[in-house]
RNA sequence: GGAGAGAUGUCUGAGUGGUCGAAAGAGAUGCUCUCGAAAAGCAUUAUCCGGGAAACCGGAUCGAGGGUUCGAAUCCCUCUCUCUCCGCCA
């Protein structure tokens, strides 16, 4: 959620930083400022009736019940009483139309993120090289199944298209990489967070993926949602609360299966453990001051790619262009991995700053030391999307006779430094 | 799942229709005292919205939403959550 203050202050600022992600014909600030005068002088009116109506408690406490004095009195307060109800539906409805307005409004830009799309992102830095293979390389789906590490098959068959499952070396492999993540978090500090899977419609939109995303998430029977991330968690664990700033920064990170309806479809060549309805990710998230976030950020882009220099894979960092990044994010780097047999780059983790926008919808402040109450910056970060990993895992360390070399940072967890075929 | 009790400020906790943004205590902060600390005394101590240069003024907020009433922290309804007892169960 943007500060409407700033829209009103600086409305020039703020639609050029829009035009930076949005087309021009897709929002429209000059109604929600007229939304948010409107709701001014919806209040006026309102408090002043209300005034007007409290300034009576004082007489009718001192005026004998059903005296004449009273019977007159009660006659004129039951016809101040009626304007102060509608006064008051008016305001709540002039309230409701400024939040609809404003809720729907994507972060500002940064200002060293620059505009449009996908096309605009820039590559910043690409670590380690292409791996080359003197032979024909398989895709990941081959190797795994080959291997019996994944089964595909049997994972529609319980639960239909677009889930796998893991099997024996295979999920050990993918915990393995859990693991690994996890102990690296928390021997930089962070605090190691297990939440609920099912969430509350308030969280979602607290996250900023509701009311937008609606139709990509589960939702179960008695209104909770399935979690899309981690992050969804963890941006509500203050939700309503007041920090201290001597406690900021706080680091979190947490792991839990993703659940996406992926409503979109799917790419014919996103097989296998690509693009899934659900999928492991461990999620890093800060809770910052202002003046830390992003510094915050740098921080977090670094664990990431310290995770995957870790496993020894090739890999670039963009940072996104303006409509690229999550209706929450005012900057984001993706971490991308190559995939040997796609021949392409691919997200594993993507490291977000959100500034205020989700503090402000979920109403999480921190007491300064000078005693005003300010709204916390958050910042979220994969570290990392296992299953995309796994896919770069398999492609990257196969060998020609079909067998997987196990990452070097792997191997403590999973007990073996080669997976072969029947052993 | 059944029965009951409860939800008030940073915390504990009083408040059953008007003078209540809310007693009292704790905590915190400031001042006095002290070489310093402790103790003691005094003072201050919620957030949000609107107006104002400011002092300050008006309004909202006592779990959430609705209702009754001229008027609601207080009465009624619904929901959420917490606790106790019983049942059931990883």
């Known amino acids: 959620m943007l500060d409407i203050k700033r829209i009103v202050e600086d409305k020039e600022v703020v639609k050029k930083a829009l035009l930076k992600r949005m087309e021009e014909k897709d929002f429209n600030l000059d109604e929600i400022t007229d939304a948010y005068d409107e709701r001014k002088e919806k209040q006026q009116e309102y408090d002043n009736l209300r ?14 019940k059903g005296s004449d004095e009273f019977k007159k009195l009660i006659v004129e307060l039951k016809n101040l009483s009626e304007e102060v109800k509608e006064a008051e539906e008016e305001l709540r409805e002039a309230e409701e139309e400024l939040k609809k307005k404003l809720e729907v409004l994507p972060n500002l830009p940064d200002d060293d993120v620059v505009g449009g799309g996908k096309e605009n992102n820039r590559v910043i830095r690409e670590i380690g090289e292409k791996p080359e293979f ?13 291997l019996g590490m994944i089964d595909m098959d049997r994972a529609t068959k319980m639960a239909g298209s677009n889930f796998a499952m893991y099997t024996g070396l295979g999920a050990q492999l993918e915990w393995a990489m859990i693991n690994y993540f996890i102990s690296e978090h928390i021997k930089d500090g962070y605090k190691m967070i297990l939440p609920p899977h099912l969430l509350v419609e308030e969280s979602g939109y607290t996250a900023g993926q509701l009311p937008k995303f609606k139709d ?20 509500n664990i203050y939700r309503n609360e007041l920090l201290n700033e001597a406690d900021l920064p706080i680091k979190l990170f947490g792991y839990t299966p993703c659940y996406r309806r992926e409503a979109g479809g799917y790419r014919a060549n996103e097989r296998g453990l690509l693009r899934m309805h659900q999928f492991n990710k461990v999620e890093m998230f800060q809770y910052t001051t202002p003046e830390q976030s992003e510094a915050a950020l740098e921080e977090l882009l670094n664990k990431a790619t310290n995770l995957v220099d870790g496993l020894g894979l090739h890999y670039r960092v963009s940072q996104l262009a303006a409509a690229d990044c999550s209706a929450g994010a005012a900057k984001t780097y993706d971490v991308e991995v190559w995939l040997p047999y796609l021949q392409t780059y691919y997200e594993v983790s993507s490291i977000s700053n959100v500034r205020d926008y989700q503090a402000r919808r979920g109403n999480i402040k921190y007491k300064t030391g000078e005693g005003d109450n300010k709204y916390v910056h958050m910042l979220n970060a994969s570290g990392l999307a296992t299953s995309r990993l796994m896919v770069a895992v398999l492609e990257t360390y196969q060998n020609e006779d079909g067998s997987l070399t196990v990452p070097k940072a792997l191997q403590q967890f999973v007990g073996k ?3 072969e075929k029947g052993k």
Do not use: C, R
């Open 51 to 64: 005034a007007k109506q409290k300034g009576f408690n004082d007489q009718m406490s001192k005026v004998e």
């Open 216 to 235: 990509d998430v589960y939702w179960v029977q008695d209104g909770s949602m399935l979690l899309p991330t981690a992050e969804t968690a963890l941006a």
């Open 417 to 419: 430094e080669k997976i």
């Open 134 to 146: 003197g032979f024909k390389i398989k895709d990941h789906l081959e190797i795994g199944e080959g």
